[in-house]
């Protein structure tokens, strides 16, 4: 057997199973909604699971282990909540009532996507823009340095969770306030990554530069900032995900749109369903934007 | 005019509560259009020698001037190429070569110091590597177009502080062929400052040797017809020291 058979094996016997234990096995919780949803959903990831597979031609690629475990987490969750109902019967939905929700909620869910992207956008955005900004002069400057420093590490392990209620107090509306905690978020740990990478710039690099006399502008953006990029880039994702977290919580805690609002008042009804979908939808946008900031990285700094 | 002159200067590094003197009351003129090389044994103070002149650092005591002009820093009218390579990793070959001219120039149009560019790469063999990027590149590729951008600042004193030290012989001896060929060439020569602490280097290409013992300038010779002679000579004086240094 060819090993590229033998590693997609397991994964298709793990969903043959599963559209099985779906399609054929009778339910026994009422209240069990189509199955088409769920059935699309999977097709959805195995077509692009078949796709990743492919790209990897054959190398030793997480694709095949993924899957496979994706599609034994939800024939375990099929077993143990339509079929043999011995799950919670409130907590934990039926897959088919979860992926039934997209189909019914999709336009509501759009909306909150839309609405969490928005503030994160312009949250990150800001916090970003506006600590490489000042970030670099105060790593350059020696009078800068030595009045920012000091204030940056007192400031940045300060979680901004712990200020946001706060904030919200504090802020004239939820939304500002909301883009405060994602900005101070992102503002600090950034500043200190460009104050202590220019601090620790190769001193052969300076000193090239420094022979060819560059202006100030000229030092800050065409030797330091792509100097720093590298640092700033490679720690995007964890801010990115610190931020999204942020902005879930801050979502949590009063707001009327965004996809953490989704699942609190999900939960607040008692909608589990609903609940368990917005935290899927939560999840897929962390990857989307994951892979777009992988995509950054290797687009802003090709010269690595 | 590129005349270089050092009146008595002294340099010290200063760590925590301890001092070192690196270079002690050094007295020296180098004329317009010498190449001179500064050699000597590691931890001479050659390379400090080198950061002054080049305004990296400025001296503890005395004066260097050039021209006439005090040095108060780094600028324009000297190009270095130092020992390890100092291209921008995030600019290609032909981009640092380019950000060498237009800072040098700052008048020039991107495609003026585009084509610039390409002329110096060529100069140095190096327009077939004109878009990678330094990592792409081999140590002595990397020298080559340090030179290229060295040279594209147009400046009238060249520094180099050891630039072939850690290349192999083959590509070190080309690289000395081609600096020597870049200096003697057109009517008007460059002031051209190179340490090394090989004697061959210097016995090569230079038209006059500065001979560093620590801290000091211990002999300074013209470069005779006889090259051989020099080296031997040269030799004597490296066996001279280290009996001294045995004898202590």
């Not at chain 1, 909306?111 to 490489?132: C, D, E, K, P, W």
């Not at chain 1, 589990?272 to 934007?289: D, S």
């Not at chain 2, 003129?29 to 103070?45: A, H, M, N, R």
């Not at chain 2, 820093?73 to 380019?98: H, I, K, Y």
Request: with cysteine; charged share 15%.
């Amino acid at each position: 057997m060819r090993a590229e058979t033998r590693r997609l094996l397991l994964p298709h016997l793990l969903l043959a199973a599963l559209v099985y234990a779906i399609v054929c096995l009778p339910k026994s919780r009422p209240n069990v909604e189509s199955a088409t949803a769920l059935l699309v959903g999977l097709a959805l990831f195995e077509g692009a699971f078949l796709a990743a597979a492919r790209r990897a031609r054959g190398r030793e690629t997480g694709a095949y282990d993924i899957i496979a475990l994706v599609w034994a987490l939800l024939l375990a969750w099929e077993l143990a909540a339509p079929v043999c109902n011995i799950a919670h019967p409130v907590l934990v939905p039926p897959p088919e009532n979860v992926f039934h929700t997209f189909r019914l909620q999709w336009r509501v869910m759009l909306l909150n996507i839309g609405y969490s992207m928005g503030l994160l956008a312009a949250g990150f955005t800001t916090g970003l823009v506006l600590a490489v900004l000042l970030g670099l002069p105060c790593a350059w400057l020696p009078r800068l340095r030595r009045v920012t420093y000091p204030i940056a590490n007192v400031m940045a392990p300060i979680p901004p969770v712990v200020i946001s209620p706060y904030l919200v107090a504090l802020m004239p509306s939820f939304r500002s306030a909301s883009m405060l905690v994602i900005v101070l978020g992102v503002f600090w740990p950034t500043f200190l990554t460009t104050i202590n990478r220019v601090g620790a710039i190769e001193p052969q690099i300076l000193d090239a530069a420094r022979t060819l006399e560059p202006s100030t502008p000229v030092m800050l953006f065409r030797i330091l900032l792509p100097y720093v990029l590298p640092g700033i880039v490679s720690g995007l994702k964890v801010s990115m995900t610190t931020s999204l977290l942020m902005l879930n919580f801050a979502e949590l805690m009063g707001a009327t749109h965004g996809m953490g609002y989704y699942v609190q008042n999900s939960i607040a009804y008692a909608n589990y369903a609903h609940a368990v979908a917005g935290i899927l939808v939560i999840g897929a946008v962390v990857t989307v934007l994951s892979a777009a900031v992988t995509w950054l990285q290797g687009h802003l700094i090709r010269w690595q | 005019m590129a005349s270089i002159e050092l009146e008595h200067v002294s340099f010290c590094y200063h760590r925590h509560d301890s001092a070192f003197q690196a270079l002690r009351d050094i007295s020296v003129t180098i004329g317009d259009g010498e190449f001179v090389c500064v050699l000597g044994k590691s931890g001479c103070g050659k390379t400090t020698l080198l950061r002054l002149l080049a305004g990296l650092q400025l001296p503890s005591q005395g004066q260097i001037r050039i021209d006439g002009r005090p040095v108060t820093g780094p600028g324009l009218d000297r190009a270095v190429v130092f020992q390890s390579s100092t291209l921008f990793p995030w600019m290609t070959a032909r981009e640092n070569v380019c950000f060498g001219l237009r800072q040098a120039h700052k008048r020039l149009s991107r495609r003026e110091a585009r084509l610039a560019a390409d002329r110096y790469l060529e100069e140095v063999d190096m327009l077939d590597a004109a878009a990678l990027y330094p990592r792409q590149m081999s140590g002595g590729m990397c020298q080559r177009v340090a030179i290229a951008r060295a040279l594209a600042v147009d400046a009238e004193i060249l520094l180099l502080d050891e630039p072939f030290s850690a290349l192999d012989a083959r590509i070190r001896q080309e690289l000395q062929g081609l600096l020597h060929a870049l200096w003697a060439r057109g009517g008007r020569k460059k002031t051209v400052v190179l340490i090394t602490h090989d004697l061959r280097d210097a016995a090569s290409l230079a038209s006059r040797i500065l001979y560093m013992s620590p801290g000091q300038i211990a002999a300074d010779l013209p470069a005779p017809e006889d090259r051989e002679g020099l080296e031997r000579e040269l030799m004597a004086l490296f066996y001279r020291e280290a009996e001294q240094r045995y004898a202590c």
